[in-house]
């Protein structure tokens, strides 16, 4: 079941995956960089035996890409064994780090979840307490598993930062970070984790849900709305698809334009390109087709051949395009370079006019709690005057859809995290100017 | 270009891929089973120089899947080397090859081209003649390239059953069997290849058109447009996009039903599915999440999570279906096994009804030329009567669209093959009976 | 046991192994390059069934070093199914490919075997005749194997340059190269197959010997006794390791020197060290340790460390050499070059004085038929004056053994060929001046 | 260097191999399983720069066989980035190990030589005086390397379990622990370590020993000398093979016998063969044919062909044993499979008795120290007595060299350790009846 929970979660990381099980009194793990469909074979499945189980699957937002960052990360220690699966970024993780190795702490790994595993191994207390311990000295966004043989603690971070959902399979409890996992293995929604609240899954089959940590504000990602997590999840109650119609509806509200047809780029603007289409009246076609065979593994010829790897990847259909003005919607624009290609192809196929709708405000500062955005040189909303973009990108004109217009469509109720918009971060960065110094490197 | 080219061919054939080069007076071939992206890296690549060059991607219609029978064909013989690239399927190639074997022929392949090789090599004439005398006494469907040094000929067979086109790069010809390859690469469409015809690329530079073999009606696979090619290329004068939409409306009016929206069976089924919502002014939604991620490597759990598979790829998003009438557009319904599970996944979504639309007519006969159907018996509109189809999906309600609106929808203007919706081959199958029994096995 | 045995012909061959088993009318086929080991996993031996099978191991003396080439060829043709396994080199098979290839003929490998196949394949008489026709036409040297569905045909060529027995396992015949395989498998000798001989097991259990052509005098390559077979094997009567300790032995009657001891450069001239050392009265030592585990996978440093490459897979003693005059036997001297590093490497550990002593004679001429010497130009006796090389290898002194020593080393009753010695070429080499063509190549 | 010197050292450890270099004050590992030919690629050794180096060879006596048991160890921990490589074995590591985890500690691997690592982390002294109070506390037997930065530290356990020595290479010092790999890089040997002698290179480019431990006797494995390092090493002054031929005439000495000649088993009891042969006067011969093409590669057929396996490896050569009495002369007899297997197929090839000599004595006890003994069940001369098995493994006679013989052989001036001959441990196993209990583990 985590294997299976771990295909439908596999958008949100594509460097590693790994599933831990717990089977009679050990754990057992199978960690590896690649797919989850690639990793774990029929005859790996069989050697990860045992009642319950964690997966993780990761991109790299802090350490090293390499094998020793991949999670869930084990470790055998004096009380016994534990693995742990963190979606999330911790903020003072450095500064633990620096204080426990000064006390003769060994540390495995660059990944910023190691510090919670030395701090629950250095405590004298029981495993829920250990556990407090270590959230409470640790601050940032965390939705994160803990596994100690029988036991499984789930807990989402004070601000609710990332999304955490509980559901039941028959007489079994799931966590995951999104609902669509849920879908896929037949498991129904039960509620989202509350933020700062702290979930025990213990032998019993009960579920006890405690509170240790005063209670913030919510802070959900309202990124994971514009684009990170999958359209057919629903967060905090709210469906991703519906939201992302409703952006588009907004945007054609806010910026609407005189024009023969408006087209998605293909797959991550065509819920926006849906509702702009609707909410403007103009009709909605395919004129980016997407190829389904495009691995990273293509060529780029060195000269001639403009934008292949666009190209390749969404071709524009001259049929659809030649003569025509054109609404083109993405769901972001972050470094501008994919959508100067798009816009130059779109042209090339025969377009009259191209203008680029985008349904999210311009990004111009760095997610520090686990979105693996740019360095804030690179983002071109930071870099570049607004009024300039649309030239840089050759469209004939560019709209972003406003931030209250976003929070609108995701609905006004609770609270998000809105700092890679405006610079408004929940949680203070208290590594900063700490680095971490790695006098060693295993190839 | 040949390796750029194929990418945008792709679709048209996984199971291998192949290039050979012409260069100073050799031939340099390299084919390997596997995807175009995976066999040609930069090494493999560097070491194909030339002027020219033709490529070849398969999927397994004659001849059994291995290595052997990749394309293209390269054979040294008396007169020098030959390479060959064939799209479509020989009708009497069993029958020449054992007359060929009687007169101490050796064969390398089980391939049905490789008789064209053995006739070129025994032939005492010229390169062209010696083309014109194999194409002469092969029969089937062809659209097929041969490389000999300096000079390219292609050829369609005489009823033009598969496409083939000619593009112009700067000084230089392309051939390719759907327009979207000349997109790709920069180069423009010059036309298409008439049935019938043979041209000859040689090292003039120029091109020149024969006309050896008599001509037939135009007699092209309806197929082509409904499932096989690209939605951005255009073939014989008539985009593929454009037909599918038509498709979509004329099944609007043909089948309509009452309903609260319109949903594809994504990427296949979207264009038609655009159209038919369009013609009844129903809403178009995405309702069937497709995966970015899903392979052909993820393991079917045994019991217990019906559908994984199905649902691992088209993910139905219970926001957009939970209590609503909903009629689902795909362009084909061959074996009716993975229509019967989204149905089913569509109902579990909260689905009020399920009405499901086939933008093609029932496929009742396997295709002789070239396209992989299966065989008539797991052909379900072949094995069942239309009327319990929609039972047997678990559908509310069922409709094809009929051949006449299928062919209104691409344009009465030409004749088309419909062999696999009426039976109607234009080529008789001569092998008939014939088995090629092979007496050794190579592991 | 076909596999067990080429095992033990593994020396004879090292790129590439092939078997081929005749089951149920059919025969089925597995060749990789590589080593028998690695190719041969329980998995391909499981896929290789049947009551009979040819192996073969092969190194490259004719045609490119490639899997096509690798052995048994196999074809299907008219008739049914072949397969050929090839010790040996044809003198005349360029002319009659190039005569094949006039008549159509389409070659699949650069081999010179294959020219067998495609005479047989257009031949109109039986098996055993057609197998006699094309023997007949084809000149040079020959140890072969053809089976044909029940049918196994052994024959040597006419001189018998190359070895082959026959052997006796229960019920069932053995045939191979060297009397060692038998040993290994336990099955016992029966006999040498003539120069000459052609030999019919079909499956009627029997064995039934043919004569079609006149034999000539018997031709033996000597260098089968001085480099190639494995000492503990008998061929045409003789023990290889006594033949070998005898060539030690005149060796040493022919060349004595005063010194302190005699070392072998282990393993190939560890038996005419030996025998030299039992002839001259001089202690026998281990001066130089093999190492057991030298692939060929070391990387050479690019400077400083002189000779790495050899002393890693022989590090001469300090504790044997140091201060001594010491006799050093090898087998051959070909060109020069790792012997010169040895002797250097010896002086290094010590030793005072170097004299090398080679069991055989110069090599002055390649080898035509079968043994992959290099180019005349590379052979150091070709070269050189064979007063030079001593000083040229840094040796004190250096002596051959005569070519009548060897000969009366190896028992003077037959006659043999001695061509690289003395030029003496029994088979005329007819294909000199051609050249095969090749216009295309398969990367 | 430290690359070209593993290969000499290949022997002692064919699981896994590493390196570490020190680079610009960082360390940078590589690490894998596999022979060091195979590791270590061109590309891999560009990878590791720098002026100083550590490797290290592993067959695992201690600790699961996995990657992350590979040594060099290397850890990055408060006061910077160590690396260890560590030949031999603690004989409290579990005691210590269990304190530290009470305290907090995560260990990496189940290798002993980590807790090494973790004492010196946890240590608040410098370096030097971090690695006396680790190695103070840790028993057992121990050749040892660390390495801090710039800083190199070689140690010799109290007793001289192991060997080590140091070197010299133009300006640099290199240590090792066998001679051999000395002559490979051309370095000049100095001295070996004395026992309890710890030795500190640093930049400065000197050699400073320190004696921090009060000295033991010396206790050097006796079994270095008869089979575990190189014939062609140096040890604590004596020659490796000189030792073995001299085991070979002092048993031949002890237990003579009327035969017609002296056979090793080559490689291994060739050099006491030798001595065996030099003092009885029989003749020597090569009566085993050692195959060099036997990888651990080959399929051992279920059934019929008796010994093939040892065959393939140790063919024995009838023409050398045929009527023969043989002396069959090994270096020693631990589990005794073997060796029956070579009595049997050596009397199938003629010999009319065989005589087997072996020139260690009974191997009775396992080795704490290091050597990868079986356990005592399985060692022949523990479970059964010396006068039965003689006739176990089917010999004519049997004899083994005496303790006092063997001591003689390698010169009486040191002491050394007899403990898997007569039980006499000079270091107390402290970890008797601990257990790792490992409750996770990582596929």
Redesign the interface.
Known sequence: ?T??GL??L??RG?ESAGI?TAHE???????RLG????I???D??A??PGPSAIGHVRYSTAGKSSLSNAQPL?????K??L?VAHNGNLTNALKIR?DL????????STSDTEVL??LI??SGSNDVDAVCEALYRAHGSYSILFMF?DTVIAARDAFGIRPLCIGKLDDSWVVSSES?AF????AEMVRDVEPGEMIVFDKSGGMRSLRPFPRNENRLCLFEYVYFS???S?IDGR?V??ARKKMGEILAQESPVEADLVIPVP?SG??AA?GYA?HSGL????GL???????R???E?QQ???N?GV??KL??????LDGKKVVVVDDSLVRGTTSGKIVENIRK?GAREVHFRVSSPPIRYSCKYGIDTPTEEELIANDMKLSKIAGHIGADSLAYLSLDGLKQAVGEGAGYCTACFDGDYPVPFEDEGLRLQ??????
């Open positions: 079941m294997y299976l295909h439908g596999q958008h594509q831990v009194g050990r754990l057992i793990a199978y960690r797919l989850v469909g690639e774990f074979t029929p790996v499945l050697r990860l084990t470790v055998h220690y004096g016994g064994s693995a620096k190795e000064q006390h003769g702490a060994i540390f495995q595993i030395h191994a250095r043989g669509a879908d896929l293995i037949g999958r359209p057919d629903v469906s698809y519906e797959d065509t819920a849906l609707r009709p909605f076609e395919l087709i997407r190829s389904h065979y495009v691995g593994t293509f060529i010829p001639a051949i403009r292949f190209k390749l071709n524009p259909s001259r049929a659809v196929a790695l006098r060693f490197e295993g190839l």
